[in-house]
Nanobody, 127 residues
Framework: QVQLVESGGGSVGAGGSLRLSCAASEVMDSRFCMGWFRQAPGKEREGVAGIDNDGGAHYSESVKGRFSISFDNAKNILYLQMNSLKPEDTAMYYC?????????????????????WGKGTLVTISS
């Protein structure tokens, strides 16, 4: 069972930057898509960014141009660089791998049933 552990969350002012990391406990299957989701209080979970098994990156409209997703194969870590942060980016951010939710709008076209999720890291953006 792969464990995903997020880090890098925190509190910054609007316009600031944060880099989230998601460390996988094992080498990820190269077939797997990975991605980031977020959930703000009282709102549904939202897909933020996905990276497919060819390394292609895909973003939701709300973060396109501000966020960048990448995967370091050597370190087995998924990153989310977040720039020009806004108060509406405030949420718990979750890392996911081989997850059905990645099939919806985040560029992934494969799913093998693993459904790996991290426990989340909190991002708070003040105005």
């Amino acid at each position: 069972q792969v464990q995903l552990v997020e880090s890098g969350g925190g509190s910054v002012g609007a316009g600031g930057s944060l880099r989230l990391s998601c460390a996988a406990s094992e080498v990820m299957d190269s077939r797997f898509c990975m991605g980031w989701f977020r959930q703000a209080p009282g709102k549904e979970r939202e897909g933020v960014a996905g990276i497919d098994n060819d390394g292609g990156a895909h973003y939701s409209e709300s973060v396109k141009g501000r966020f960048s997703i990448s995967f370091d194969n050597a370190k087995n870590i998924l990153y989310l660089q977040m720039n020009s942060l806004k108060p509406e980016d405030t949420a718990m951010y979750y890392c996911a791998a081989d997850n059905e939710a990645l099939l919806r709008g985040l560029g992934c076209d494969s799913y093998y049933g693993s459904d790996y999720w991290g426990k989340g890291t909190l991002v708070t953006i003040s105005s």
